[in-house]
């Protein structure tokens, strides 16, 4: 399995500022991928982030708004630009193990917008 | 389309009970099934995963879970619950890079 890291763990921030949200892998890995989890909902895939390209986003969510980096095979930064109360949530960077066929989960970046 | 359903959102058992979280799915192919824990204030941590062969696939911690194609489902066991299975879990199912999670069930633990 991957092991995964995300920094900050949480985050108190005020409208219309911005967050980058770094995620580190211990091990290369083809696939990254950002999830939001909004106050007691599930997982909801922002964006499939690629080394080397843009990242590939889900309906719903604009590259304006989630900006990604992917630079190597093991680091992956997510930006929540311009945010408001509503971008309130956890953030959870995953990957695929070695295999290619599971998603690990890094702990997650609690965000709240005052 | 693939979709995920939790019928249960909370669920409370006694410390010792046994425990049955139920997952049913709706996906085009044979499907690959997760299960997932999130304790709070954590990460999703894999419980268990389901590709193919053997319908009843051991997971850590002591859960277990039992793929039927014929029901679509893909329920969570665990024979004796410890208080420190109190958590929110995840029912998953698609390829890798196309995970979709159901709603999340909720369990709470009585002494």
């Known amino acids: 399995s991957a092991v995964i890291s995300q920094k900050p763990s949480r985050d108190i921030c005020q409208r219309g500022t911005s967050l980058t949200i770094q995620c580190q892998v211990d091990?290369?890995?083809?696939?990254m991928f950002w999830y939001r989890q909004q106050p007691g909902q599930s997982l909801t895939l922002i964006a499939t982030a690629n080394q080397g390209s843009e990242a590939t986003y889900e309906s719903g969510f604009v590259i304006d708004k989630f900006p990604i980096s992917r630079p190597n095979l093991t680091f992956s930064t997510l930006t929540v630009s311009n945010m408001s109360p509503e971008d309130s949530s956890i953030y959870l960077c995953?990957?695929?193990?070695?295999?290619?066929?599971?998603?690990?989960f890094g702990p997650g970046t609690r965000l709240t917008v005052l | 389309a693939q979709s995920v359903t939790q019928p249960d959102i909370h669920i409370t058992v006694s410390e010792g009970a046994s425990l049955e979280l139920r997952c049913n799915y709706s996906y085009g192919a044979t499907p690959y099934l997760f299960w997932y824990v999130q304790s709070p204030g954590q990460g999703l941590q894999l419980l268990l995963k389901y590709f193919s062969g053997d319908t009843l696939v051991q997971g850590i911690k002591g859960f277990e879970a039992e793929f039927k194609r014929s029901q679509s489902s893909f329920n969570l066991r665990k024979p004796s619950v410890h208080w420190s299975d109190a958590a929110e879990y995840f029912c998953?199912?698609?390829?890798?890079?196309?995970?979709?999670f159901g709603g999340g069930t909720r369990l709470m633990v009585k002494p």
């Open positions: 091990s290369q890995v083809t696939m």
């Open positions: 998953a199912v698609g390829a890798a890079n196309m995970l979709t």
């Open positions: 995953s990957a695929h193990g070695l295999a290619g066929d599971t998603q690990y």
